[in-house]
T-cell receptor, first 114, second 110 residues
Framework: ETGVTQSPTHLIKTRGQQVTLRCSSQ?????VSWYQQALGQGPQFIFQ???????GRGNFPPRFSGLQFPNYSSELNVNALELDDSALYLC?????????????FGPGTRLTVL | GESVGLHLPTLSVQEGDNSIINCAYS??????FIWYKQESGKGPQFIID?????DKRQGQRVTVLLNKTVKHLSLQIAATQPGDSAVYFC?????????FGKGTTLSVSS
């Protein structure tokens, strides 16, 4: 088990609503990355936060936004939810040393949009 | 053991066999590669990684092979156990993001 925790475990929202997902990184890690995993697919990179700033972004629209706090924990916010946003949202923490480093994943938040 | 060609979505083996899971990656500039195991309802679990300056790395019961010429990565699991049953993903890293391949579902029967 990694030390990465996520909350909530499950969430049900309706189309058009907004959602906030939370992640606490593993001790000693300073970087948090967020991924979306649709059913039967591999995780897709949303963005990464390092030193409280976005440090890379995948092909996701601006309604996906995030924050990182001084204690390295992070939030993922999704506005104007669409049905296709239903997925497992994964948070991964790592120690950024200037190159790609091992990312350790949390258990995920299962989001269902009705 | 059982070997497979480039990515098959499923692999079924007997307990005690050796398993080989293959993966093709896309970006010649990727310098970091990693294998994850994902059990149902859980997040991906780190298995083993390798940097582009190596072509082989061994862990406990697992070996990763990297062939940069053909952009191919493989995971070998020795003496496969029922607890190894899961979906296995390879991922390549170039910069901040990990780019995941299509998973392979490994089923181990006893």
């Amino acid at each position: 088990e990694t030390g990465v925790t996520q909350s909530p475990t499950h969430l049900i929202k309706t189309r058009g609503q907004q959602v906030t997902l939370r992640c606490s990184s593993q001790s000693g890690h300073n970087t948090v990355s967020w991924y979306q995993q649709a059913l039967g697919q591999g995780p897709q990179f949303i963005f990464q936060y390092y030193r409280e700033e976005e440090n890379g972004r995948g092909n996701f629209p601006p309604r996906f936004s995030g924050l990182q706090f001084p204690n390295y924990s992070s939030e993922l916010n999704v506005n104007a939810l669409e049905l296709d946003d239903s997925a497992l949202y994964l948070c991964a923490s790592s120690f950024y040393g200037g190159s790609t480093d091992t990312q350790y994943f949390g258990p995920g938040t299962r989001l269902t949009v009705l | 053991g059982e070997s497979v060609g480039l990515h098959l979505p499923t692999l079924s083996v007997q307990e005690g066999d050796n398993s080989i899971i293959n993966c093709a990656y896309s970006n010649s500039a990727s310098d970091y590669f990693i294998w994850y195991k994902q059990e149902s309802g859980k997040g991906p679990q780190f298995i083993i990684d390798i940097r582009s300056n190596m072509d082989k790395r061994q862990g406990q019961r697992v070996t990763v092979l990297l062939n940069k010429t053909v952009k191919h990565l493989s995971l070998q699991i020795a003496a496969t156990q029922p607890g190894d049953s899961a979906v296995y993903f390879c991922a390549e890293g170039a910069g901040t993001a990990l780019i995941f391949g299509k998973g392979t579902t490994l089923s181990v029967s006893s």
